[in-house]
């Protein structure tokens, strides 16, 4: 017979693993533990926890609590935003002592006591910094984007609010695929922002990874959604390039190479602007910030884009120029300038014009389906002088033909019943079809000559 003491401690069976955990609770702990995580790995965490849900929940619920230790743990040089006016540092500072970029004044996205919805690291940002830096952003109205430092610190960022656009552009001229998100600024003050996602290959997508771009726009779009705003994309039926990429012939660039100065770049005709990139300063030219645009130094391979244009309703014009345009490009940003109704000075005069489609002849016959002449479809400039002096010899080239048919038709018959007598002569032509077939021919032809010059 065996005893046990009165004071041993009473032995408890093991928990037994039971299904009454709810499925839901699990996948909810799964989402919010592991947020930022890739697809594929949050797929395999509710995967398993089919199998073993205890095992998943407790590691969602560690990886939520570690989360918001390490937040409240930080230091306050590390919390607060005002730490980034250390003047030691040789980072970009604001004077009000927030991040470095943005215009906002609550600079909520900037707060680090603001738990992130979203974090990346790793990634590679060109403008305003050329480094490699971890990508945040907070969701809400007061919230926004953050690139953070090694030290944990707000390099920049810019709030939802803040934001004109954000441009998602494929990276030209890349063996592996890759797209530049672009955030384009409300204020002119503020500097945009570029990083880059690479596309994955069949093999990093079948370990897990995001399908790039789309992961990153999807996210962005459900930010943007709350101001109206959705991640811009090129869209072929606005512009695509003619020229055939060597590394990726099956597919269609959109892109045209351009020279600003001496640096050259990108123009990316899209459906809200004209952005050229990827190099400093960044330029991004909306439709209401265009004036007026012309092409110059037309020659038999390139061709070089003035744009007159404003950075403000009280802003100086500016004329900006990009030069060595490929030719093979010419219809289809001239079939975009039409398209958009902009200025198109080889057209319209409208590099004089301070308001487009007011008062303008050439404006006018253009978008009544009129066609323009060589030179104008050749881009060359013409004097208004010479070109009125020309108008003014046809006018009276026309009426002096006019009035020496008047005064043939009145020498050779001068009555009435003449007049008749020709006109039942040419009824009785078209009536036997030889007059008339030959009206509409030429009708049609005129007509198809026209159809001609409005597609180019």
């Known amino acids: 017979m065996s005893f046990t003491p009165f004071n041993a401690p009473i032995q408890q069976k093991p928990p037994i693993k039971t299904e009454t955990m709810g499925k839901d609770v699990i996948l909810i702990n799964i989402d919010e533990a592991f947020h930022d995580a890739p697809a594929g790995l949050i797929a395999k965490l509710k995967s398993l ?20 230790t390490l937040h409240s743990n930080a230091t306050p040089q590390q919390i607060t935003a005002p730490s980034l006016a250390n003047t030691q540092s040789k980072k970009r500072k604001l004077e009000d002592g927030s991040a470095t970029n943005g215009s906002s004044n609550t600079q909520e ?54 934001i004109d656009q954000i441009l998602c552009l494929p990276v030209p001229e ?18 945009s922002i570029i990083w ?11 370990a897990g990874a995001n399908e790039e771009p789309a992961y990153t726009a999807n996210l962005l779009d459900k930010e943007l959604k709350l101001f109206r705003k959705k991640v811009v994309f090129p869209d072929e039926d606005e512009f695509a ?34 952005l050229w990139g990827f190099k400093k300063p960044l330029l991004f030219l909306p439709f ?6 012309s092409y110059t130094s037309v020659l038999q391979r390139t061709f070089n884009l003035n744009i007159q244009a404003t950075a403000g309703a009280e802003a100086a014009e500016e004329e900006i120029e990009f030069s060595m345009l490929d030719q093979l ?23 004089r014009a301070k308001k487009y489609g007011v008062n303008d002849p050439k404006a006018k016959k253009e978008a009544n389906g009129a066609p323009t002449t060589a030179a104008e479809m050749e881009g060359i400039e013409q004097d208004e002088d010479e070109e009125e002096t020309e108008l003014q010899k046809a006018e009276r080239a026309l009426q002096d033909a006019e009035d020496e048919e008047e005064e043939d038709y009145v020498d050779e018959d001068g009555d009435d019943d003449g007049s008749e007598d020709s006109g039942s ?28 010059e409005d597609e180019g």
């Open 49 to 68: 926890g089919s199998q073993d849900p205890t095992l998943v929940s407790d590691l969602s619920k560690y990886i939520t609590s570690l989360r918001k």
């Open 109 to 162: 996205w900037a707060n680090l006591s603001r738990q992130a919805d979203h974090v990346v690291g790793d990634v590679s940002f060109s403008i305003p910094q050329r480094k490699k830096l971890k990508l945040e952003w907070v969701s809400g109205t007061q919230g926004g984007a953050r690139a953070l430092g090694a030290d944990g610190g707000v390099e920049f960022g810019c709030g939802w609010g803040d």
């Open 241 to 274: 390039s003619a020229i055939v990429q060597s590394h990726r012939k099956e597919e269609k660039a959109f892109h045209v190479k351009a020279h600003r100065g001496a640096k050259d770049g990108y123009l990316f005709f899209l459906p809200p602007g004209i």
């Open 196 to 206: 880059t996602v690479f596309e994955p290959s069949k093999k990093e997508l079948d």
């Open 174 to 191: 890349k063996t592996k695929r890759q797209h530049n998100f672009v955030i384009i600024p409300t204020s002119s003050t503020t500097d």
């Open 425 to 452: 002569d040419e009824d009785g032509y078209d009536g036997e079809g030889g007059g008339g077939e030959g009206f509409e021919e030429e009708g049609e032809f005129d007509g198809e000559e026209g159809g001609y």
């Open 288 to 293: 209401s910030a265009i004036t007026s645009i």
């Open 329 to 351: 490009d010419f219809a289809g940003i001239d079939a975009y300038i039409k398209r958009h109704g902009l200025n198109d000075a080889s057209l319209a005069s409208a590099r």
